[in-house]
């Protein structure tokens, strides 16, 4: 499968399972969701953080990877 845009994202932890769901949405599906699950709480926190603050962000359903598209080195938040 191609990189595949993701539309939506939903996540949760489960706190008695000690275990993450993120479910992204993304282009191919047509309206379904695919479920990922994360057991290590650092690995959920960062594909959060990257479906969260990146823009667009890209998945692919074979390898299971979320990724940024390509950014300018360098590139600076703008902070006021």
Do not use: C
């Not at 949760?12 to 993450?20: A, K, M």
């Not at 191919?28 to 690995?43: F, L, Q, R, S, Y």
Request: charge should be negative; hydrophobic fraction near 40%.
């Amino acid at each position: 499968m191609v990189l595949q845009k993701v539309k939506k994202y939903a996540a949760r932890w489960d706190i008695n399972g000690h275990r993450g769901l993120v479910s992204v949405l993304y282009d191919a599906k047509g309206g379904d969701w695919e479920h990922i699950i994360i057991k290590d709480p650092m690995e959920f926190f960062v594909v959060v953080d990257m479906l969260r603050n990146e823009k667009p962000v890209m998945y692919d359903d074979q390898k299971i990877h979320v990724m940024t598209s390509d950014e300018p080195v360098g590139e600076e938040e703008d902070l006021f």
